[in-house]
């Protein structure tokens, strides 16, 4: 990926990640000129994000106990990875779902 693309889409890419509404301002802002990194760190962003709703939800109806509390931390740690990865300039996916997340959203961006 070429320099000049990463550095445009970095700021986009992390805001992408900071709650769902920075996922929401980082897809608005993509809008007007679309960044392939920024386009790639926001499907990941979106994954995460619906991932940890459905981990909320799940934890509102069924008591999961401890294990709610591990993927409730695992959903924090995949952001920080996220993150990580944006600020460095990478478009490393996510441990285990990085590839589903870049598949199903694929009309993001």
């Not at 924090?76 to 460095?88: E, F, H, P, Y």
Request: zero cysteines.
């Amino acid at each position: 990926m070429n320099i000049g693309t990463v550095q445009e889409g970095k700021t986009i890419a992390i805001i992408s990640y900071i709650t769902f509404i920075g996922t929401i301002i980082a897809y608005i802002m993509n809008q007007n000129k679309k960044n392939s990194f920024a386009s790639f760190h926001i499907r990941q962003a979106v994954g995460i994000a619906l991932l940890g709703v459905a981990i909320s939800i799940l934890r509102n109806y069924i008591s999961l106990g401890i294990v709610g509390s591990i993927l409730s931390i695992g959903v924090m740690v995949l952001s920080i990875i996220g993150i990580i990865s944006a600020v460095q300039g990478e478009e490393k996916r996510i441990p285990l779902l990085g590839d589903q997340f870049q598949e199903w959203f694929k009309s993001i961006g």
